[in-house]
């Protein structure tokens, strides 16, 4: 083989490593840049998904404090039924009943004291 072979053949594999060299580094570019890409974008559908899961989380708040509400009526109403039943047990005098004679007793002493104010 000649000199002028060997430095050919030299030039050709120096000249193909910079070439590798270079589509490596080119390479590695575009796999940067397609990373910032995709990590914008996962962002944005990230952002996106939070917003439409505090939304949802707002409609089942308002449904949860509906349905809370309804339930505390109904328990009060039933704590008030079962204490009534047991106060009638207990003292024999109807809740409801005592509740009339007490605007009856006001109104009374309301008359009363309207009487004695003439006097």
């Known amino acids: 083989m ?5 430095v050919k053949a030299a ?11 270079r589509n490596i580094w080119l390479a590695g570019l575009g796999l940067y840049s397609r990373s910032l890409d995709e990590a914008q974008q996962l962002n944005e559908k990230t952002n996106q ?3 439409e899961l505090v939304e949802r989380g707002k409609q089942v ?5 509906e349905c809370i509400g309804k339930n505390a009526e109904k328990a009060t109403d039933e704590v008030e039924a ?4 047991l106060f009638y047990r207990l003292s024999g005098v109807d809740r409801d009943k005592l509740e009339r004679m007490d605007e009856k007793i006001d109104k009374l002493t ?4 309207k009487l004695a104010a003439a006097e």
């Open 2 to 6: 000649s000199d002028n072979t060997v």
């Open 49 to 51: 998904a939070f917003e």
């Open 11 to 21: 030039k050709n594999v120096v000249e193909s490593g910079e070439g590798i060299a």
């Open 61 to 65: 708040e308002t449904e949860a404090k």
């Open 82 to 85: 079962g204490m009534n039943d």
């Open 110 to 113: 309301a008359a009363v004291e």
